[in-house]
């Protein structure tokens, strides 16, 4: 599969503003936490300061995945594939990408409690390590080479 990541730029705030309320808003409101402005909110957060990255593929745009590093690890974090495409490798390759620029520093992800993307992260080489009020935190630790690719 070749996918791209690029700097998500102005234009596509609110297409991937949408794809964030539809991958996230089953399970935001099952916890009692689905707010429209504080999802616009964090969007652009994340948004501003830069971290998110648009996949890509023959032109399409497929989703996004957040990306923020650190020290001694990388934080993702908004990691959203259009539901059309789930289930297709697109975003264990997107994962692969961000550790393509930074192989031997661990990832780190929080995941909504009880979410069905708990499976995906597992597939990948992450455990959960704990747990931040609605979230579960998942850690995937260093190690030389990628991330598990779908045949």
Do not use: K
């Not at 020290?71 to 289930?87: C, K, N, R, W």
């Not at 995906?120 to 690719?149: I, K, N, Q, S, T």
């Amino acid at each position: 599969m070749s996918l791209a990541l690029r700097p998500a730029e102005e234009a596509d705030f609110e297409p991937l503003l949408d794809l964030s309320v539809r991958v996230l808003r089953a399970d935001l409101e099952r916890l009692g936490r689905f707010l429209p402005e504080r999802r616009r909110a964090r969007m652009r957060a994340v948004f501003d300061a830069g971290e998110l990255r648009v996949i890509m593929q023959d032109g399409a745009r497929l989703g996004c995945i957040g990306m923020a590093p650190a020290a001694d690890h990388i934080a993702l974090h908004s990691v959203y594939v259009e539901p059309t495409f789930q289930g297709r490798g697109i975003g264990a390759a997107a994962v692969a990408a961000v550790l393509d620029g930074a192989p031997g520093l661990p990832l780190r992800i929080e995941v909504l409690r009880e979410s069905p993307a708990h499976r995906f992260w597992e597939r990948l080489g992450f455990a959960r390590v704990g747990e931040e009020g609605v979230d579960w935190l998942y850690e995937r630790p260093a190690r030389l080479g990628g991330v598990p690719r779908r045949a």
